[in-house]
């Protein structure tokens, strides 16, 4: 199996900035498409950003869009979520999560909890005004 752990997470004051990061171990990885998902309390999963590894094909929520940016570093097995200019209402439990096996998703599916099987355990944003 494939295991997920995010870091960064913490407190920050509206406008400031995190960098979350989410290592990839375990027996073996090859997923190709990896995202960031956020729950806050009493709210559903949603899709923050995703990526088509292979082919650097990136999706983001329309809300996010400018201020958050996910990329990756395949050396290391690791892909970041660079969140900038951030509100109060990005405060949530951010996870990251992989979709088994080597398949590509479109843009919109990359966005969708239910295309990704491989679940991190969690990292806490809380922004502050």
Known sequence: QVQLVESGGGSVQAGG???????ASG?????????????????????????????????????????????????????????????PEDTAMYYCAARPGRGLLNAGGLLVPGNFGYWGQGTQVTVFS
């Open 17 to 23: 900035s995190l960098r979350l990061s989410c290592v």
């Open 27 to 87: 027996d073996a990885y090859s997923s190709n498409v990896m995202g960031w998902f956020r729950q806050a309390p009493g709210k559903e999963r949603e899709g923050v950003a995703g990526i088509n590894r292979g082919g650097g094909v990136t999706q983001y929520a329309d809300s996010l869009k400018g201020r958050f940016t996910i990329s990756q570093d395949n050396a290391k097995n690791t892909v970041y979520l660079q969140m900038n200019s951030l509100k």
